[in-house]
């Protein structure tokens, strides 16, 4: 499959490896150095915008689940691997997104 919108996918009947929608990334880092570093838990969320076999271009979301202007490209691995989880309850939102995301494709 080549880059493509997550709409053109699932109209061609094809299962992306990656699921359109909301995904949430969660890190553990230190603060601190030394004898004062602590163990920091970090969250972030992220919405899909186009999917393909190798990579997954995604936006960051804000606090209230809205796009910001951080768009990354992930490879399908990294999305699929530890750290990463689909957010099944995230429908809802991903489908009132739908219309700003197709915005940003087509600028």
Avoid: C
């Amino acid at each position: 499959m080549t880059s493509q919108t997550i709409d053109d996918a699932a109209n061609a009947g094809e299962a992306p490896a990656v699921r359109p929608g909301i995904y949430l990334e969660e890190k553990t880092g230190a603060i601190g150095v030394g004898g004062t570093a602590k163990t920091a838990q970090y969250r972030t969320f992220w919405v899909t915008l186009l999917i393909s076999e190798a990579n997954v271009e995604m936006l960051l979301l804000n606090d209230d689940f809205r796009p910001t202007a951080v768009r990354e490209t992930f490879p399908v691995a990294v999305v699929q691997g530890p750290g990463w989880h689909y957010i099944a309850e995230g429908e809802k939102r991903y489908n009132k997104l739908r219309p700003h995301l197709d915005r940003i494709l087509l600028a």
